[in-house]
């Protein structure tokens, strides 16, 4: 049973810092895509960052340069590490695992979303 759990959202200021990590259960980890979406209010989800077995990222246009994403494989644990906040980066955030190369599970699993607020 493979579950993700999303952590570290909240409100914060425009232009503060937060943290967000997905920990994730079942195995395999280390060899899946992993990758974090987020939905903002009114709109579609959309990929934010992505990260492969191998530690290759890549980052939506929109968060380049201010969001970096990392991955633990033995904690199965994967990061965003987001920085200069802009209101505009008010969404729920997801969390959700890909198979990779080698994975003999063809599903994809989301995480339950943790909530960034961008305010003052």
């Known amino acids: 049973q493979v579950q993700l759990v999303e952590s570290g959202g909240g409100l914060v200021q425009p232009g503060g810092s937060l943290r967000l990590s997905c920990a994730a259960s079942?195995?395999?980890?280390?060899?899946?895509?992993m990758g974090w979406y987020r939905e903002g209010p009114g709109k579609q989800r959309e990929l934010v960052a992505r990260?492969?077995?191998?530690?290759?990222?890549n980052y939506a246009d929109s968060v380049k340069g201010r969001f970096t994403i990392s991955r633990d494989n033995a904690k199965k644990t994967v990061y965003l590490q987001m920085n200069s906040l802009k209101p505009e980066d008010t969404a729920v955030y997801y969390c959700?695992?890909?198979?990779?190369?080698?994975?003999?599970?063809?599903?994809?699993?989301w995480g339950q979303g943790t909530q960034v607020t961008v305010s003052s």
């Open positions: 079942g195995s395999a980890f280390s060899i899946n895509l």
């Open positions: 959700k695992r890909s198979p990779g190369p080698g994975s003999i599970d063809p599903r994809e699993y």
């Open positions: 990260i492969t077995a191998g530690g290759r990222t």
